[in-house]
């Protein structure tokens, strides 16, 4: 008995259409050995790199890194604060004391308010915006000077 062009090419598979398609064959041993290999090659290339980098520093500075400077820590270095802004609170406290005065007001006597709040000013403002204008005044007539 003779045997089908499937049968001696086993890996050949073909659809219902007539296309002709070979099976997938993965080589697990050899996928395995390159990313092992890449790996190792990898491991090398960070042991080679921290060497460089520990040589690099010993010959920079000999004698180690160099002390701290005194300033450090200090609030302000110069005209630079030296403080994180989630651990700085001076411009808050400020800025309460600024609110504080503003609520409490100013006057000759303590707690009376010699200025308006501010809501009180923002509905100033707008009632002068909202009233009628003036109606404009017409200059008096200049009187002719008497003839000689």
């Known amino acids: 008995m003779k045997k089908t062009q499937v049968e001696t090419e086993s890996r050949v598979i073909v659809g219902a259409h007539g ?6 064959h993965i080589v697990m041993s050899k996928l395995l050995g390159i990313g092992f290999g890449s790996l190792a090659i990898f491991a090398v290339g960070i042991v080679w790199a921290y060497t460089i980098q520990v040589r690099t520093m010993k010959e920079a500075q000999p004698d180690g890194p160099p002390p701290r400077p005194a300033a450090m820590g200090q609030y302000e270095v110069g005209i630079v604060n030296q403080r994180l ?5 001076h411009a808050e406290e400020k800025i309460g004391g600024q609110q504080q005065s503003l609520e409490a007001g100013w006057g000759d006597q303590p707690g009376v308010k010699a200025h308006p709040s501010l809501d009180e000013a923002k509905k100033s403002v707008i009632t002068k915006q909202n ?3 003036p109606a404009p005044q ?3 007539e200049p009187t002719p000077a008497p003839r000689q």
């Open 131 to 133: 009233a009628p204008a």
């Open 138 to 140: 017409t200059p008096p």
């Open 19 to 24: 296309v002709a398609a070979e099976e997938d």
């Open 85 to 89: 802004f989630e651990q700085d609170w």
